[in-house]
């Protein structure tokens, strides 16, 4: 390793002062553990970390270095007794003070950690700790020692916690976790950006997977999947809770949670399924966003039900100011409704393929499709806001693509007439096919002129 006095001479040497060469720290085989070879280090320097496994804790002392293990898959750093109850600290990365461009976490399994006592917020981050810090997480896993273990044994961010802090995760799994808020990731005051990453089976009294305040988060290509939510409370809590931030995920799946969520809410293709909770009457909603603003695009919501109540939604999208669901899906899921509330906005271009949750909607509904006998001979049970705004289809039998003809029966008649007028009649559901605004015979040609050419 080189002294202080010879980085400095090298680098006058080389004529640039500000750019020093990054030295690397070797463990075991120079440094008997992973906190000798920090200690030693200075920024920009590279801790190796050899395949084995490391009980200890260890502090980055503020330094904005990289440790990076052989593969997450064999090189474990763990705190035995950070599963118990123990008054102790015992985060398993304390990366406290270490400013930009932060320190780096790579190919290491965390495990154990219960966290450290932090003043305001009592025990926070098990696995990473970030105060006034910015750090970034890449390949990992962060999980408990012993799975059997109590599951609230830390308060805040079993997995992470971060404060006044910017946290990057890439391909990290965090799993198995709990803690009384944030069962997986705490974050106040912070920015979140996660990339491929995973957190499932974690639980919380209060955000299962995610508490946030005044945090932005933006997820990319993740999955959120199997986490407890606590409380009964879909109007309090969920699987991310958010107060005072934006949480905008694109191409996340969301699988078998209670969602919640507050402020401003942003989902582009993302898949929301196999939702299943049961819980106190009016509370057990599967998939629920309550923020001010909500904009979904191009999502997928289905097989989501709630079986244990007769108010429960399987999905209820509240934006208190605005809401704006386009080209998205609705398949297959049950329970009593599915809930579209705002101020403004609209739902439009989206799929509705056999249902049995009604649709609810505060909003104008614009050019949907909605197919299966029961949104065409059931309006009144499938509809309470009668919002359709035109350009809406209703398909009594359709195929896997919900692309089926518009056909009553197989023999095409007189009957099939007075079907059509029956059908446009329940509800006064307003389907146009002729776009002249009105419901009349002249829809009933149009249809058919469409029938006879195979659309």
């Known amino acids: 390793m080189k002294t202080l006095v010879q980085r400095a001479w090298l680098a006058v040497c080389a004529g640039v002062v500000s750019v020093v060469a990054a030295d690397d720290l070797l463990v075991p085989s120079q440094y008997a553990t992973i906190q000798e070879a920090v200690d030693a280090a200075e920024p920009g320097d590279v801790v190796h970390v050899a395949a084995g496994t490391y009980d200890e804790l260890v502090h980055l002392r503020g330094k904005a270095i990289t440790v990076r293990g052989e593969s997450k898959s064999t090189t474990r750093v763990r705190h035995l007794e950070g599963n118990s109850r123990a008054q102790d600290d015992s985060t398993i990365f304390d990366c406290t003070g270490v400013p930009e461009p932060g320190a780096v976490i790579e190919g290491l399994a965390l495990r154990g950690g219960r966290g450290t006592w932090v003043s305001q917020f009592s025990f926070c ?27 609230y044994h830390t308060v805040a961010g079993a997995g992470i916690a971060a404060i006044d802090s910017r946290v990057t995760l890439d391909d990290v799994t965090i799993r198995n976790l709990g803690a009384d808020r944030g069962g997986g990731i705490y974050c106040d005051s912070s920015t979140l950006v996660m990339t491929y990453s995973a957190i499932s089976s974690c639980n919380a009294e209060y955000g299962s997977a995610i508490w946030a305040a005044d945090t932005d988060i933006t997820m990319s290509h993740c999955a959120v999947r199997n986490n407890g939510h606590g409380l009964f409370f879909a109007d309090v809590d969920g699987a991310i809770r958010m107060q005072r931030g934006a949480l905008v995920a694109s191409e996340t799946s969301f699988t078998e949670n209670l969602f919640a969520s507050a402020d401003e809410a942003e989902f582009e293709r993302c898949v ?5 909770v049961q819980g106190q009457p009016g509370t ?14 191009g999502c997928t919501f289905k097989d989501l039900t709630a079986p244990g109540s ?3 939604h399987s999905v209820e999208l509240l934006g208190r100011d605005f809401i704006y669901v386009e080209g998205s899906e609705f398949a297959r899921n049950g ?31 614009r050019n949907n499709s909605f197919c299966g006998e029961e949104y065409t001979y059931n309006f009144d049970q499938h509809f309470i806001f ?13 195929d896997s693509t919900c692309r089926t003809n518009l056909v009553f029966d197989n023999d095409v008649n007189t009957l099939d007439f007075f079907q059509f007028l029956i059908w446009h009649s329940a509800g006064n559901m ?26």
């Open 125 to 151: 981050g098990g696995g990473v700790l970030a105060i006034d810090a910015a750090v970034t997480v890449r390949d990992c896993y962060i999980e408990p020692v012993f799975t059997d273990s109590d599951p």
């Open 272 to 276: 929301f399924d196999r939702g299943s």
């Open 284 to 297: 057990d909603d599967v998939v629920m966003v309550v923020a001010d603003s909500i904009t979904v695009s």
């Open 310 to 312: 007769t108010l429960a």
């Open 335 to 365: 329970a009593e409704r599915m809930f579209f509330v705002g101020d403004s906005g609209a739902v439009e271009n989206c799929r509705f393929v056999q249902n049995d949750a009604r649709v609810l909607s505060t909003v104008p509904l």
């Open 386 to 398: 009668y919002t359709l705004d035109g350009g809406n289809t209703f398909v009594p039998r359709c």
């Open 430 to 455: 307003w389907v146009d096919f002729n776009g002249d605004e009105r419901i009349d015979s002249n829809d009933f040609f149009a249809y058919l002129a469409a029938y006879e050419q195979g659309c």
